[in-house]
């Protein structure tokens, strides 16, 4: 069974930067491509980032190009999203994601992700 753990969420005020982390149990971690989404309150799901299976290629939202950077350790099954320069928009659930089929690069679209973690929160002060 796929376990996707999340930690590093809180409380910062703008500008401030945090780290998330996605602990991955229960799968080939590193034959996934992993991404990042949130979920602010009222608003759908949205992709943040994503990074292929091998780390060689990330993708990026528009509105945190620039500003967050997605990594991974396929020897420590860990995914890591630094988050850099924080606004309060950036206010949301965080949650990670496994790709739904091995050595498949990943995506910007949720259905494409067949494993999730619980989410972690991530509140930007003004």
């Known amino acids: 069974q796929v376990q996707l753990v999340e930690s590093g969420g809180g409380l910062v005020q703008a500008g401030g930067s945090l780290r998330l982390s996605c602990a991955a149990s229960?799968?080939?971690?590193?034959?996934?491509?992993m991404g990042w989404f949130r979920q602010a309150p009222g608003k759908e799901p949205e992709f943040v980032a994503t990074?292929?299976?091998?780390?060689?290629?990330?993708r990026y939202a528009d509105s945190v190009k620039g500003r967050f950077t997605i990594a991974r350790d396929n020897a420590k099954n860990t995914v890591w999203l630094q988050m850099n320069s924080l606004k309060p928009e950036d206010t949301a659930v965080y949650c990670c994601?496994?790709?739904?089929?091995?050595?498949?690069?990943?995506?910007?679209?949720?259905?494409?992700?067949?494993?999730w973690g619980q989410g972690t929160q991530v509140t930007v002060s003004s």
């Open positions: 229960g799968l080939t971690f590193s034959h996934y491509a």
């Open positions: 994601a496994a790709a739904r089929f091995p050595l498949t690069d990943g995506t910007t679209s949720l259905p494409d992700y067949g494993s």
């Open positions: 990074i292929s299976w091998v780390g060689s290629t990330t």
